[in-house]
């Protein structure tokens, strides 16, 4: 297994002033200095910056002041229940999210944060460095500047603007549909894979970017082509972003949420969801405490809604998978659906249970759907407990929704997203997507979400 341990050492970086002793030598300000911007150490720097910007987006942090990308949009699917208190936290849970939602915000300007940082730091990279040609990090950051679009195609609603600075100016970006997005990711995972450092590639960056232009063409309905691109990545293939337990900026909040009685397991989440925990399917190690020993399962904060802790991250230190061999054969699997080959599809699936022996309790062969549906829903079944709590739920969800002639699977809302009376009053709203935040308001280019559908 390949993990990145960049993304620790970028946040370390941040907290240690250059030239300084050691972690504890405070003395210096937490800034690189004007004069070495322009140079090979400001590169590295910024670039090593921006994988952390990247990772504090995409899985939070342990203050419980940021929720990251995978737990919001966990929320919004049937993965995750509110069993805290926080009302824009619910909102989304409930599929209500209006865009004054200080989640939403966090959410967005983070992952825009991080998207124009890997962006200037593979810029100064090829600027700065002596010979940028001979290394892999500029690919590796453009890879990841990729995820963040498949990240927005996902998440949100068509209409995203993607800004940025020039100079002292900043230019304002335009509405983007949410196909100019997945177009968006495929360049920027192309021009990562056309890096000639990556001649000097273990595999790892390669694999990275492959997965990920896969993804996104998944994602556009473009799944013979995305099949063909991953069949050259190992199944034990991982590139994950790393967490430790200090500071709280650089802990898993997924782990935090999830063991803190914020966030709680979904279970056939508004009836329609999956059995994530009463399946007790090893991918998705979950269950309740009891804590005072009554033999009633304890509640998260809320007091209402039943905790049930999620054990697949242990600690605040672990880390999370942005992409991995596990999804490169799902993405085959699902070519495989889509050109009506439910054997081999099958077959697939089967081999990828029969390459982790270690799952307690082993994971038992499936039988070949009688049909494509019956296919869909053994694909789709499989995407989310093998790739549980990484942010590609949302991304499945809105794909079942759509119409059959944009790759999706044309279900109804009401079979696929939480839908009905909510476990704390009320009912359920009508999001399948994130608006845009108020605060995208003061692009005079953005309207808003130019529709809401998936």
């Not at 619910?90 to 992952?111: F, G």
């Not at 196909?179 to 790892?204: C, H, I, K, S, Y």
Request: charged share 20%.
């Amino acid at each position: 297994m390949t993990i990145s341990r960049r993304s620790l050492r970028a946040a370390l970086l941040l907290l240690l002033p250059l030239g300084g002793c050691g972690l504890l030598d405070t003395e210096q300000p937490n800034i690189i200095d004007p004069g070495e911007i322009n140079s090979p150490e400001g590169a590295i720097a910024l670039r090593e910056g921006a994988i952390a910007d990247f990772a504090f987006a995409k899985d939070g942090d342990g203050t419980q002041g940021d929720d990251g990308l995978i737990l919001a949009a966990g929320l919004l699917t049937d993965e995750f229940v509110h069993s805290t208190t926080p009302p824009s936290q619910q909102e989304v849970d409930q599929r209500t999210t209006a865009n004054i939602n200080p989640t939403l915000s966090a959410v967005y300007r983070n992952l825009h944060q991080a998207r124009r940082g890997l962006e200037v730091a593979a810029d100064a990279l090829r600027e700065f460095l002596v010979a940028p040609d001979d290394t892999p990090d500029i690919a590796e950051t453009l890879a990841l500047a990729g995820f963040t679009y498949v990240y927005f195609g996902e998440s949100f609603c068509s209409g995203v603007p993607f800004s940025r600075v020039s100079g002292d100016s900043l230019i304002f970006g335009g509405p983007e549909t949410t196909t100019q997005m997945f177009d968006r990711a495929v360049a920027v995972f192309d021009a990562a894979l056309a890096e000639p450092g990556l001649a000097n590639d273990d595999g790892t960056i390669t694999n990275l970017a492959t997965v990920g232009r896969a993804r996104a063409l998944v994602n556009l309905g473009r799944f013979t082509e995305a099949a063909a691109a991953v069949a050259t990545v190992p199944t034990e293939f991982v590139y994950a972003t790393e967490h430790a337990e200090s500071p709280l900026r650089l802990q898993n909040a997924i782990w935090s949420y999830t063991n803190q009685g914020l966030w709680s397991v979904a279970d056939v989440e508004g009836g329609v969801g999956l059995p994530f925990f009463s399946a007790l399917d090893p991918r998705v190690p979950a269950d309740t405490l009891d804590d005072d020993g009554d033999g009633v399962a304890d509640t998260g904060l809320d007091l209402i809604t039943t905790q049930v802790n999620l054990f697949k991250y242990p600690d605040a230190t672990a880390a999370v998978s942005v992409a991995d061999g596990v999804e490169a054969r799902l993405i085959e699997a699902e070519a495989q659906l889509k050109a009506s080959d439910l054997g081999g599809m099958t077959t697939t699936l089967n081999d990828l249970r029969a390459a982790f022996p270690d799952l307690d309790p082993p994971l038992d062969p499936l039988s070949t759907p009688g049909d494509d549906v019956e296919g869909a829903d053994l694909l789709f079944a499989e995407r989310a407990f093998w790739l549980y709590a990484t942010g590609h739920r949302l991304g499945d969800m809105r794909r079942l929704l759509r119409p059959v002639s944009a790759g999706g699977y044309a279900r109804l809302e009401n079979t696929v997203f939480p839908n009905g009376a909510y476990h704390k009053g009320g009912t359920y709203g009508s999001d399948v997507n994130l608006p845009l935040p108020i605060e995208e308001q003061n692009n005079p280019n953005s309207v808003g979400c130019l529709d809401r559908l998936p």
